[in-house]
C-alpha cells in the first residue's frame, strides 16, 4: 500500500528554526512535493525534490532521501505569516500525486 | 492573469440532489485534476485529465463524474449527493509537459455541506 506520515501538528516560536518531517512508502517514486495551505485557502508550491539532497530557497530548504523514504522541510527565521499547513505529496510509479494529511504549524510571538 | 477560478465558492445542497461544481484555467494547461480535502485525510484525488478530451479515475471516483469539452473547464458532478460527500473542493491545474512531476497550480476551492 501507499503511505505517507506526517506530524499532526507542530509548535513553534517566532524568530525559531522548524523542522517538519515526511516519511513515504509508495510503489514507485518520481518526486517529493511541499506545499503551503494556509486556513481556507489554496495549498501554494513549495519545493520538489527528485534526487538526494538538501535544496534552499530563501528560509525555506527541503532535504530528501529516497533510500530511506524520508524528507523534510525546514523553515528558518519564522515569521508569523507562516503559520499554516505544510503538505507533503510523492509522485507515485503512475504519475499520480500521493498526499500526506498535512502539518497544522502554529507559530507563536 | 486569473489562474484557476472556481464556482461555487460555497453550497448547501440537500441529499439526493445533482450539483456541477465548475472550474476554469486560463493559463492553457493541459491537465487538469479534480481533490477533496477532509480533515486528518489530506488531499484524495478523484478525477484527472491529462488533456481535453480524456479523463482518468483517481482514489475516490466513485459518486462523481467529470467532462473535459476543452483545456480551460473541467467541471465536476455529483448525481445524487450524499452526506459523506460534505468536503472542500479544490481544482488543480499543470502543464502536462513533465507528466506528473508538474507543479500543481489550485482554485481556492468549494466548499460543499450536503445535509
Known amino acids: 500500500g501507499q503511505n505517507i506520515d506526517q506530524p499532526t501538528e507542530m509548535t513553534a516560536t517566532e524568530g525559531a528554526i522548524v523542522q517538519i518531517n515526511c516519511t513515504y512508502q509508495?510503489?514507485?517514486?518520481?518526486?517529493l512535493f511541499w506545499y503551503q495551505q494556509h486556513a481556507g485557502e489554496a495549498p501554494t508550491f513549495l519545493s520538489y525534490?527528485?534526487l538526494d539532497g538538501l535544496e534552499e530557497k530563501g528560509r525555506f530548504s527541503s532535504f530528501l532521501s529516497r533510500s530511506k523514504g524520508y524528507s523534510y522541510l525546514l523553515l528558518k527565521e519564522l515569521q508569523m505569516k507562516d503559520s499554516a499547513s505544510y503538505l507533503c505529496?510523492?509522485?507515485?510509479?503512475?504519475?499520480?500525486?500521493?498526499w500526506g494529511a498535512g502539518t497544522k504549524l502554529i507559530i507563536k510571538p | 492573469t486569473a489562474g484557476i477560478t472556481q464556482a461555487p465558492t460555497s453550497q448547501i445542497l440537500a441529499a439526493g440532489r445533482s450539483m456541477t461544481l465548475r472550474c476554469t484555467q486560463d493559463?492553457?494547461?493541459?491537465?487538469m485534476y479534480w481533490y477533496r480535502q477532509d480533515l486528518g485525510l489530506g488531499l484524495r484525488l478523484i478525477h484527472y485529465?491529462?488533456?481535453?478530451?480524456?479523463?482518468g479515475k483517481g482514489e475516490v471516483p466513485d459518486g462523481y463524474s467529470v467532462s473535459r469539452a476543452n483545456t480551460d473547464d473541467f467541471p465536476l458532478t455529483l448525481a445524487s449527493a450524499v452526506p459523506s460527500q460534505t468536503s472542500v473542493y479544490f481544482c488543480?491545474?499543470?502543464?502536462?509537459?513533465?507528466?506528473?512531476?508538474?507543479?500543481?497550480?489550485f482554485g481556492p476551492g468549494t466548499r460543499l455541506t450536503v445535509l
Open positions: 488543480a491545474s499543470s502543464d502536462g509537459a513533465s507528466g506528473g512531476t508538474d507543479t500543481q497550480y
Open positions: 493559463m492553457r494547461h493541459n491537465a
Open positions: 485529465s491529462n488533456t481535453a478530451g480524456t479523463t
Open positions: 509508495t510503489s514507485g517514486f518520481n518526486g
Open positions: 525534490n527528485v
Open positions: 505529496g510523492t509522485v507515485d510509479s503512475n504519475y499520480q500525486l500521493i
